[in-house]
């Protein structure tokens, strides 16, 4: 699947950055909100523009639904970012990110999760307008 950027594109990876920057600095033991307020200081510290808690309304036929999916971070308009602190990620995980990239009309994403001895941490790219998607894991 193309989707007219690299796959190894600079945004992600410095959003990676940050989130391995926050791993080695806290470890793994701590609830997300724990996570999510450390990794929104060290996107300041590395001028890495983002919303916190952006929320993305659904619609049914053109018409608004009463529920609504809330995303952790909106990175630079273009990259969602969900933040778990668990054993690992789950196929229900990478479910719910497909589901927040439909939502926001968005390619790309990253799962992190900071509950692992080392930072777990997926890219999902996401043809917003059909049901192709692919997920890959980056390698240090």
Known sequence: MTLGRPLNDPETYAIIGAAL????????GFLEAVYK??????????????????????FYKGE?????????????????VEVN??????AIDLALAMNHLR??????G???NFGTRSLEHRRVVC???????RIERYRR
């Open 21 to 28: 920057a926050v791993h080695a600095e806290l470890g793994c």
């Open 37 to 58: 307020a450390a990794l929104a200081m060290e996107f300041r510290r590395r001028v890495i523009p983002f919303e916190r808690e952006v929320t993305l309304p659904l």
């Open 64 to 80: 608004p639904l009463p529920p609504s999916y809330r995303v952790d971070f909106m990175c630079a308009d273009a990259v969602v």
């Open 85 to 90: 602190a668990h054993d690992g990620l789950t």
């Open 103 to 108: 939502a926001a009309r968005l390619e790309r």
């Open 110 to 112: 990253l799962l992190l």
């Open 127 to 133: 043809q917003c307008l059909g049901p192709v998607a």
